[in-house]
């Protein structure tokens, strides 16, 4: 779970579902205001077609 001095990702920021698969991520499309500030959903376009909303606590993010 993101602690208070995690910030949130950007819009088009690159990430991996829990570590799902290494050769195909997601990209943040866009993030909910009304979920809990503690774990926030986000909305992502999978790599492999389609997209979804996950807890932020799920996601690895690409280091810049």
């Known amino acids: 779970m993101p602690d208070a001095t995690t910030p949130l990702p950007a ?9 799902i698969s290494p050769e195909t ?11 809990p500030e503690a774990d926030p959903m986000v909305e992502l376009a999978y790599d ?5 909303w996950w807890p932020l ?3 690895v993010f690409e280091q810049s």
């Open 25 to 35: 991520g997601a990209t943040v499309l866009s993030l909910a205001a009304e979920t």
């Open 57 to 59: 606590s799920t996601l």
């Open 48 to 52: 492999e077609g389609g997209s979804g």
């Open 11 to 19: 819009i088009g920021s690159r990430c991996w579902r829990d570590q």
